[in-house]
């Protein structure tokens, strides 16, 4: 029944966002898994404006490893915890060189041995650089999934584990992308936009807004 329920409210949710997507700039796997690191807690559109002179820079793993420390964290200072995640960044692509051959690895379990690489970050590769079914956790992915029922955790793992015994594999990545959208625009933290959702009637969250007022 509760898998019956979801594929109506996904039908619904592609219907209200057609264009939904990571909204990450990128041009290769490689700079998927730079602005991913960089975008942990720290805006998209921030990482966006940083992201084309970093690459113009240091276009690849082995420029990246080889970059001076000073020089890249002058570049990303504007992003959140910039001086770990420029460490992170040049430690994870001299790991690529050594371990991988420069190129970017296909499981999870590759990913997560990188430097700041979890497996949220690991589920953004492997659903949107390669195509592979993934079920990354955001905050909005979690919390949507809270407030429809579908998962009474906070961790990220265990939430992953109940989205996808309630969907078949070839949506989990377009399941993302939709609450990405909805938790962003509608089903907002603290203010959620409850009345504009598609979906209210299937949602039981006790704080729902039925009115703006």
């Known amino acids: 029944m509760i898998q019956e329920t979801a594929m109506k409210i996904i039908d619904i949710l592609e219907r209200q966002f057609p264009d939904a997507r990571l909204l990450l700039n990128y041009r290769n796997v490689f700079e998927l898994l730079v602005v991913t690191i960089l975008a942990a807690q720290a805006p998209d559109e921030r990482v966006n404006q940083v992201s084309p002179s970093l690459f113009q820079k240091y276009p690849n793993p082995a420029a990246m490893a080889e970059a001076n420390d000073e020089d890249m964290d002058k570049m990303i200072q504007s992003i959140s915890f910039y001086r770990q995640k420029g460490r992170n960044i040049r430690a994870m692509?001299?790991?690529?060189?050594?371990?991988?051959?420069?190129?970017?690895?296909?499981?999870?379990?590759?990913?997560?041995?990188?430097?700041?690489v979890g497996r949220k970050t690991?589920?953004?590769?492997?659903?949107?650089?390669?195509?592979?079914?993934?079920?990354?956790?955001?905050t909005h992915v979690a919390r949507v999934s809270q407030r429809l029922g579908w998962s009474e955790f906070s961790s990220p793992d265990q939430?992953?584990?109940?989205?996808?015994?309630?969907?078949?594999?070839?949506?989990?990545?377009?399941?993302?992308?939709?609450?990405?959208?909805?938790?962003?625009?509608?089903?907002?933290?603290?203010?959620?936009?409850?009345?504009e959702c598609p979906v209210a009637n299937w949602c039981p969250y006790p704080g729902k807004a039925i009115s703006k007022d």
């Open 122 to 138: 690991a589920n953004i590769v492997l659903a949107n650089g390669f195509g592979i079914p993934a079920i990354p956790v955001d």
């Open 93 to 116: 692509s001299k790991k690529l060189l050594e371990d991988f051959q420069g190129e970017v690895p296909k499981t999870v379990e590759e990913l997560i041995e990188l430097n700041g």
């Open 159 to 195: 939430i992953e584990s109940d989205l996808a015994k309630i969907f078949p594999r070839e949506k989990w990545i377009q399941v993302t992308h939709l609450f990405g959208f909805l938790g962003r625009y509608i089903c907002q933290a603290k203010k959620p936009k409850c009345w």
